[in-house]
């Protein structure tokens, strides 16, 4: 899916937690996430601490989305 | 660490007024079976029934199966850290009710169980269809939690293989298999021309019911770690998983693993079989980093030249299957893995998850998306309810005629990643 959406020129970035299978895959610009049953939340959190990490999960892709790469990149959470 | 298997062959199963074995014939109290299991109060109803080879039986949906044993001499006793004590096993004596089973059925515990048809093109995927199989039909009571429904049928198994194996314990036994691991040292003094060989056994430990116990820990809380061979024979490590049925590695598979069995043929003749890394494969990035550095950090630290991987499920699991092949080649160790192949009907697609220049060495099991039909049996055990929905099937996979169409991913043990089935690939 990564891979035909960025055929159609349309840039992709692929939130995932197993990082070396998004890389095999050949995704560009990847952001990893928390865990494969929960990859954009975590269950032990409190509801307003997992709220605020899904806001800075979904920053971080926009600002990947936002930058131009040479070739296979990961944004790692700051 | 020496184990002497001893191993009593039963050639069939009955329902008798005292449980024993006589002549090769394992007969079965089935009231007395009946009152220990469900002692648990999680537990609603039980109930045994007896399948055999050849019959026109279905077991379904099966989630384990267990060889009964029983420690006869040495420290401990079988399932340590869940029957009983946490000793260390593996040493001594132990007999082995070889030729039968214990399965558990009933309501499912989770989507991905299996079936079992002890007749037909079915029977031929699965080595539980030459078993005489003592089955377990467990129903939980009423709102019971889905983990503690795993659990209970879980030790089910445990307690009726222990149960039926006591009836052994003072038997001769007809064969005798001996299996030795020296300490480290001396077990590379030994044999110092041979190249010396590991087992890097990977256990499924996904968590939500994908899991696997090692002397009672949640194998997902380790770290990598090294095991006598022989603990393994003594139910060092047992399954509580419900993942897909095809290449899950029952508690079976775990007493009788092909490779650890394989190796100790070759020891010393071929190869020096060094001993066992036990490692996992959890759902967090970090900990299959960790892990897979911890493999091969322990496989160079024993100053081996080959090791041979096996992997338990699919999908991540692939990911860390790839990072122990690709961090144990780095440290100029080869390896072979065991995996099986989700390539999709047509055997067309890519077959697994992950992939490195590495893995040039590969085992296959199978490919899990193959279709196959079995016909209707004449008699079910456990329920037909599941069949569309459970790994493999799919919406009218179950036929008014009772035959079933699925991938063989349905069937329990079919492309298991120990190499415990008949079917594989050559290529060059």
Redesign the interface.
């Known amino acids: 899916m990564v891979k035909e959406v960025e055929r159609a020129g349309i840039p992709v970035v692929h939130m995932c937690t197993v990082v070396p299978i998004s890389l095999t895959v050949g995704a560009n610009r990847i952001v990893p996430t928390i865990a494969i049953p929960h990859p954009l939340g975590d269950p032990k959190l409190e509801p307003h601490e997992e709220k605020a990490l899904r806001r800075k999960l979904v920053e971080r892709a926009l600002e990947a989305l936002e930058t131009e790469v040479e070739g296979q990149t990961v944004f790692e959470m700051k | 660490m020496r184990l002497e298997l001893g191993h009593v062959l039963i050639k069939d199963v009955q329902f008798g007024s005292e449980t024993k074995i006589e002549n090769g014939v394992l007969y079965v109290n089935k009231e007395e079976l009946i009152k220990l299991i469900s002692e648990d109060e999680h537990l609603a109803s039980v109930d045994v029934e007896i399948a055999k080879p050849g019959e026109s039986v279905r077991i379904t949906p099966v989630k384990d199966v267990v060889e009964p044993r029983v420690k006869v001499e040495g420290p401990g006793g079988v399932f340590p850290g869940i029957l009983s004590k946490v000793d260390v096993v593996g040493s001594g004596k132990t007999n082995v009710l070889k030729g039968c089973a214990v399965m558990t059925t009933g309501k499912i515990v989770g989507f991905q169980e299996g079936i079992v048809d002890m007749t037909g093109p079915g029977a031929e995927y699965t080595p539980f269809s030459k078993t005489n199989n003592v089955v377990l039909i467990c129903q939980p009571v009423e709102g019971l939690k889905q983990h503690d429904h795993e659990r209970a049928v879980r030790f089910a198994g445990f307690k009726a293989a222990a149960y039926l194996a006591e009836a052994a314990k003072s038997l001769t036994p007809d064969t005798v298999e001996v299996y030795e691991t020296l300490p480290f040292l001396e077990g590379i003094k030994k044999y110092p021309d041979l190249p010396k060989i590991g087992y890097v056994q990977m256990l499924q430990t ?3 019911l994908h899991d696997t116990y090692v002397y009672g820990v949640d194998a997902k809380q380790i770290v990598p770690t090294i095991i006598y061979p022989t603990e393994v024979m003594d139910g060092a490590i047992v399954s509580g998983n419900c993942v897909s049925a095809c290449d899950k590695n029952t508690t079976y598979h775990q007493l009788n693993n092909p490779v650890i069995h394989d190796l100790y043929k070759e020891h010393g003749k071929t190869l020096n079989f060094v001993g066992v890394i036990i490692t996992n494969e959890n ?3 970090a900990d ?1 980093e960790r892990s897979s550095n911890w493999s091969a950090k322990l496989a160079e630290y024993l100053g081996l030249d080959g090791v041979i991987i096996s992997q338990e499920g699919f999908g ?1 699991p ?2 860390d299957l ?2 122990n092949c690709k961090k144990i080649e780095a440290k100029g160790i080869k390896t072979v893995i065991i995996t099986d192949e989700y390539a999709g009907r047509d055997g067309a697609s890519q077959s697994l ?4 220049k590495a893995a040039d060495a590969v085992v296959t099991g199978g490919n899990a998306n193959e279709i196959i039909k079995l016909p209707a049996m004449d008699k079910v055990i456990g329920t037909l309810d599941y069949i569309d929905t459970i790994a493999g099937g799919f919406d009218g996979s179950l036929a008014e005629d009772g035959s079933i169409t699925v991938e063989i991913q349905a069937i329990t043990g079919a492309t298991n990643e120990m190499g415990f089935n008949k079917m594989s690939a050559k290529g060059f």
């Open positions: 996904q968590g939500l759902v967090y990035l299959k991540n692939d990911t790839i990072m998850a992950d992939a490195d």
